[in-house]
């Protein structure tokens, strides 16, 4: 058998790459409207900064990275998630020197070794985009304004944004304290083997376990934003009034704790129901200590990211693939006629008219067949006695209207009589 690709990965084919653009574009123009700047970043970064940043006791970094040595001896981690990898890059070259607020956004494969299923795969791809030096909950309502109003621009409605506060350092000690008085009355048989080393090395970790047994034994834990002090508490206040404000729909899901340790206040999750059991397709929150921890100043940050992979498959539950065409196929029937058709052809490709032509010399029956196959809009046909006329025939394959056209200033005919599309 020929070799494949690996498990949990895939190829992106055309049509469907059709959609990826659109939705890649349409993000890009967004965003930008919105005031951010793309950054281009590396697949590879050392190990140590996902250690630092996403939390060494997350499911990430204890079991999901591909991490290995390179020749020479350094240890590389492919990235699993990109807001590492911006704070990164932000401090390399002091961009907070230049002006703290910064609003960038980066497209492209992120790598976690999951187990694979629909929607879950080892090579994935995200639009992410991160603020840096705004503590404002604005910016917090603004990121989720703009995210919703992407997926609404796309006619997903079927969507649901939940929000949480994770509070801040100064008031995550006491409900750390509440929390864990409440895991100790569990035995080891109530929760997950995950779970009963998460409740010493990560207790947060234990509230969005998906796991039945520790779902049940969480049903009573006491809800983090009883214990947020006053100015987390009106933080929160004034991101949800905000999105009330604007009409935006949100459960406050006081168990979004996500998986990456860096939040703090703010996080949110925009999920659906039509995906099965991978329902998040965008996700996010505030990180105001990260830049601080890998060694920065103390410059708030806020965030998210979007899974492209589920995102198009929701899409493609009510959009269908779009169909591939070519405005205009040339059927050359001999050699001199082919010489001219190539010609057509590349004068019209630069006008940005998708042309095809054929190279070989099949009866023009056969070519007709290709046509329909490449689901042309127009057949151009030549041959000897058309190119002694200076002519050419010209078919219209929806309305079978067929033109003789003269070969003089062809090309200018084509574009203003036959093609709409702007040059
Ligand atoms: P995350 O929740 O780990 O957050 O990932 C964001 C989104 O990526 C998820 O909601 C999901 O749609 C998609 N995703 C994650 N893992 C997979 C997978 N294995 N297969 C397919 N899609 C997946 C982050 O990565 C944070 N860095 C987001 C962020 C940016 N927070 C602040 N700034």
């Known amino acids: 058998m020929s070799i494949q690709c690996i498990r949990g990965v895939k190829d992106i084919l055309p049509p469907e790459i059709e959609i990826w653009q659109t939705i890649e574009h349409k993000a890009k123009s967004l965003l930008e409207q919105f005031g951010f700047k793309e950054i281009r970043l590396p697949l590879l970064e050392r190990t140590e900064l996902f250690h630092r940043s996403i939390g060494e006791e997350t499911d990430i970094v ?37 002006d703290p607020i910064q609003k960038l956004y980066t497209i492209g494969p992120m790598f976690r070794r999951e187990r694979p299923q629909k929607g879950r795969y080892r090579q994935f791809y995200q639009i992410n985009a991160e603020v840096f030096g705004i503590d404002s909950p604005l910016i917090d309502a603004q990121i989720i304004f703009m995210l919703m109003y992407f997926f609404k621009n796309l006619s997903l409605t079927n969507v649901q944004l939940h929000i949480n506060s994770l509070g801040c350092r100064e008031c995550r000690p006491q409900f750390y304290h509440a929390l864990n008085t409440y895991l100790s009355q569990f035995n080891a048989d109530d929760l997950c083997e995950h779970c009963n080393r998460r409740r010493t090395t990560n207790p ?26 006053p100015d987390c508490v009106s933080h929160f206040q004034l991101v949800q009034t905000t999105l009330a404000n604007q009409g935006i729909d949100f459960t406050i899901n006081n168990q979004l704790v996500r998986g990456l340790d860096y939040y703090t206040r703010t ?30 100043p103390d410059i708030p940050a806020i965030g998210f990211a979007i899974g492209v992979d589920r995102l198009i498959e929701l899409y493609m539950q009510h959009h ?21 058709a190539y010609t057509l052809c ?27 196959k490449l689901n042309a809009h127009f057949v151009m046909i030549m041959g000897e006695q058309e190119l002694a006329n200076n002519s050419v025939i010209l078919r219209n394959m929806n309305t079978k209207e067929q033109f003789v056209l003269s070969t003089n200033g062809i090309v200018d005919h084509l574009l203003t009589q036959f093609f709409i599309t702007p040059h």
Do not use: W
């Open 204 to 229: 947060l970790r234990v509230l969005d376990c998906k796991v039945e047994k520790c779902r049940q034994a969480m049903k009573d834990v006491p809800s983090i934003l009883e214990f947020l002090c």
């Open 62 to 98: 204890s079991k999901e990275m591909y991490t290995f040595e390179d020749r020479g001896g350094e240890k590389i981690t492919l990235r699993p998630e990109a807001t590492a990898s911006v704070v990164r890059a932000y401090l390399q070259h002091n961009l907070y020197t230049l």
């Open 346 to 372: 590349c004068d019209l490709c630069i006008k940005g008219i998708q042309v095809e032509m054929d190279y070989s010399a099949r009866s023009l029956k056969s070519l007709m067949k290709r046509a329909d």
């Open 267 to 296: 996080t949110f999750e925009i999920q659906t129901s039509h995906l099965g059991a991978q329902n998040a397709i965008a996700g996010g929150g505030r990180y105001d200590g990260l830049i601080q921890l890998l060694g920065g």
């Open 320 to 340: 269908e693939s779009p169909k591939p065409y070519v405005d205009m196929f040339i059927i050359a029937l001999d050699a001199p006629s082919k010489k001219m």
